[in-house]
């Protein structure tokens, strides 16, 4: 049985005086989350390639705005 076990952090700046810190926060959400699991999804597949794992595992691309509208359907569903 395989495990991985990934934690990845990204830093992101903006610039204030040219965008809110909501927008930011907005544009984070769905342009930060998409960057990190696309580099996940590399470095996995890198990694499990390297060690000899054969066929390497190869997460799926996901949709993540559809996923950011699930979440905010939920969101307003629990109101």
Known sequence: MLKINLT???VFVG???KLKQEDFL????LN???TLSQLSRA??????SLSGINPP????MVNIFKL???KK???ANKK
């Not at 907005?26 to 959400?29: A, C, K, Q, R, S």
Request: charged letters at 15%; a negative charge; aromatic letters at 4%.
């Open 8 to 10: 990845m952090e990204g």
């Open 15 to 17: 610039n204030t005086q």
């Open 26 to 29: 907005d544009m984070l959400e």
């Open 32 to 34: 930060g989350l998409t």
């Open 43 to 48: 470095y996995i597949l890198t990694v499990t």
């Open 57 to 60: 595992v190869k997460l799926p």
């Open 68 to 70: 950011m509208q699930q």
């Open 73 to 75: 359907n939920n969101e």
